[in-house]
């Protein structure tokens, strides 16, 4: 079936939105006119997209999906409308990596990205792997070398792991309990690890990141790092030396059709030199606070 673009992008106002009423701001259509369009929207799709009631619009499982994929028709329109307009040019750099990794690129956006490139660059935040064979991202920041033939690695240097909790001895810390993680970031090998040694210790839990940093640093209990994270936040204090079983390779990974590109190679090599800038800290040799 085809798909107007102008019928996809009035969908995504009434999904982002809510409703009708507030999607008339935004398109300049009416009420009325609006569902009609969703209503044909809905017979070309051939389900239901929406539930109606007197609160708004809500998004049937249906409307999820499409939704989704309405998104990633934007994201390219969006780079057309850009390279049409000259405003950045025609190439986005998608670059894979897990949260803490990616957390510390965005930090330091301006060693590997200025608005004088004549290319976008976008974070890929995942903590399993992303596939670049199928360009899902264009490079991947990997704990391995990279075993696929179309792939390349370089190794950038080594990620140690610590244990670190609040610097006072309150709540969780005291009590000598653990921060554990949940859900699909609990699949991780250092999370695992602390489930395997620690797991009858874990009081809390987040299902991300962010949320496991902050309830250490609240002092709910001591949980597992990577020492480039617990060693840059100010709040908390690595207990002990680094774990030796937990240390990584840091791999930068490209598809080999794709590495000699300009835009690929640019950032490839602003990422390594960035990685090789801070190579200390990700090995953690930062003193350890007694």
């Given at each position: 079936?085809?798909?107007?673009?102008?019928d996809?992008?009035?969908?995504?106002?009434?999904?982002?939105?809510g409703?009708?009423?507030?999607?008339?701001?935004t398109?300049?259509?009416?009420?009325?006119?609006?569902?009609?369009?969703?209503?044909?929207?809905?017979?070309?799709?051939?389900?239901?997209?929406?539930v109606?009631?007197?609160?708004?619009y809500?998004?049937?499982p249906?409307?999820?999906?499409?939704?989704?994929?309405?998104?990633?028709?934007?994201?390219?329109?969006?780079?057309?409308?850009?390279?049409?307009?000259?405003?950045?040019?025609?190439?986005?750099?998608?670059?894979?990596?897990g949260?803490?990794?990616?957390?510390?690129?965005?930090?330091?956006?301006?060693?590997?990205?200025?608005?004088?490139d004549r290319?976008?660059?976008?974070?890929?935040?995942?903590?399993?792997?992303?596939?670049?064979?199928?360009?899902?991202a264009?490079i991947?920041?990997?704990?391995?070398?990279?075993?696929?033939?179309?792939?390349a690695?370089?190794?950038?240097?080594?990620?140690?792991?610590?244990?670190?909790?609040?610097?006072?001895?309150?709540?969780?810390?005291?009590?000598?309990?653990?921060?554990?993680?949940?859900?699909?970031?609990?699949?991780?090998?250092s999370?695992?690890?602390?489930?395997?040694?620690?797991?009858?210790?874990?009081?809390?839990r987040?299902?991300?990141?962010?949320?496991?940093?902050?309830?250490?640093?609240?002092?709910?209990g001591?949980?597992v790092?990577?020492?480039?994270?617990?060693?840059?936040?100010?709040?908390?204090?690595?207990?002990?030396?680094?774990?030796?079983?937990?240390?990584?390779?840091?791999?930068?990974?490209?598809?080999?059709?794709?590495r000699?590109?300009?835009?690929?190679?640019?950032?490839?090599?602003?990422?390594a030199?960035?990685?090789?800038?801070?190579?200390?800290?990700?090995?953690?040799?930062?003193?350890?606070?007694?």
């Amino acid at each position: 079936m085809d798909f107007s673009w102008d019928d996809l992008r009035l969908f995504l106002d009434v999904a982002r939105l809510g409703g009708l009423s507030a999607a008339t701001e935004t398109t300049g259509l009416s009420a009325a006119t609006l569902g009609r369009r969703v209503t044909a929207l809905e017979r070309q799709v051939g389900e239901p997209l929406f539930v109606r009631s007197q609160t708004g619009y809500r998004l049937t499982p249906s409307g999820e999906e499409l939704l989704l994929r309405a998104e990633e028709v934007e994201g390219a329109m969006l780079s057309l409308k850009r390279w049409k307009d000259g405003a950045i040019g025609e190439r986005v750099v998608r670059v894979s990596a897990g949260p803490w990794t990616s957390a510390f690129l965005a930090k330091n956006i301006g060693k590997i990205w200025t608005a004088g490139d004549r290319f976008a660059l976008e974070l890929v935040t995942a903590n399993h792997k992303v596939d670049i064979g199928r360009r899902n991202a264009d490079i991947g920041i990997r704990n391995q070398r990279p075993t696929e033939q179309w792939l390349a690695g370089r190794l950038v240097g080594k990620v140690a792991y610590g244990l670190y909790a609040r610097p006072e001895l309150i709540s969780g810390v005291a009590a000598g309990y653990f921060v554990g993680v949940a859900g699909e970031g609990g699949q991780t090998h250092s999370a695992r690890w602390l489930h395997a040694r620690h797991g009858d210790r874990i009081a809390t839990r987040g299902n991300d990141a962010m949320s496991v940093m902050e309830l250490v640093a609240a002092g709910a209990g001591i949980s597992v790092f990577p020492c480039f994270v617990g060693d840059s936040d100010p709040r908390i204090d690595r207990m002990a030396g680094t774990i030796p079983e937990l240390e990584t390779d840091q791999w930068l990974v490209c598809h080999h059709e794709e590495r000699h590109t300009p835009a690929v190679r640019a950032v490839t090599e602003r990422i390594a030199a960035l990685m090789r800038e801070n190579g200390p800290l990700f090995r953690g040799e930062k003193p350890i606070y007694e």
